[in-house]
T-cell receptor, first 114, second 112 residues
Framework: AQSVTQPDIHITVSEGASLELRCNYSYGATPYLFWYVQSPGQGLQLLLKYFSGDTLVQGIKGFEAEFKRSQSSFNLRKPSVHWSDAAEYFCAVGGSGATNKLIFGTGTLLAVQP | NAGVTQTPKFRILKIGQSMTLQCAQDMNHNYMYWYRQDPGMGLKLIYYSVGAGITDKGEVPNGYNVSRSTTEDFPLRLELAAPSQTSVYFC???????????FGPGTRLTVT
């Protein structure tokens, strides 16, 4: 079955520290992968996406993610976290089908300590 | 360019009432989606549409209906509201297949 797992429900980091949010997927075909961020009371904003090509992708707000097919992972990273990065982060996987349906993980809530 | 808009932002319904959540997009996107978000559960797809006049069920369609008469609008109808439909509802759109989805700000619905 197709699924996305975000093992960390809640993470707290200090401002200025590095960050890695984990995402593992199970998908039978070539996956297309996304990271979205949701600030409190807001909709989802796309951080970055992977469709093909270079497995290290750059996104907005200084985020990057690396696609590792052998590990079925698409972890999100940021070298230095800012207080404004506190939000919930969702990993999602889609495929090449005509419907463009996405499967979302359950999210990781990031808190940033001063 | 407003992107994806949703109305209302908040709504409280009594059990058994009905309502329509409105969604509109001005990006001329063919594909539109409705999700519900429950705490700790991520987003679940309710219905989607790949073009005007074409809709299909997602993962959790029971208790909902949709229509797509225009490219711009994709309303979601709740006919007999139940407490289990208390959730935050997001509408999204995309240009087509294998493209990113753009999300609206959400509607927070409480059924009591």
């Amino acid at each position: 079955a197709q699924s996305v797992t975000q093992p960390d429900i809640h993470i707290t980091v200090s401002e200025g520290a590095s960050l890695e949010l984990r995402c593992n997927y199970s998908y039978g075909a070539t996956p297309y992968l996304f990271w979205y961020v949701q600030s409190p009371g807001q909709g989802l904003q796309l951080l970055l996406k992977y469709f093909s090509g270079d497995t290290l992708v750059q996104g907005i707000k200084g985020f990057e993610a690396e696609f590792k097919r052998s590990q079925s992972s698409f972890n999100l990273r940021k070298p230095s976290v800012h207080w404004s990065d506190a939000a919930e982060y969702f990993c999602a996987v889609g495929g090449s089908g005509a419907t463009n349906k996405l499967i979302f993980g359950t999210g990781t809530l990031l808190a940033v300590q001063p | 360019n407003a992107g994806v808009t949703q109305t209302p932002k908040f709504r409280i319904l009594k059990i058994g009432q009905s309502m329509t959540l409105q969604c509109a997009q001005d990006m001329n996107h063919n594909y539109m989606y409705w999700y519900r978000q429950d705490p700790g559960m991520g987003l679940k797809l309710i219905y989607y549409s790949v073009g005007a006049g074409i809709t299909d069920k997602g993962e959790v369609p029971n208790g909902y209906n949709v229509s797509r008469s225009t490219t711009e609008d994709f309303p979601l109808r709740l006919e007999l509201a139940a407490p289990s439909q208390t959730s935050v509802y997001f509408c999204a759109s995309s240009r087509g297949a294998v493209t990113e989805q753009y999300f609206g700000p959400g509607t927070r619905l409480t059924v009591t």
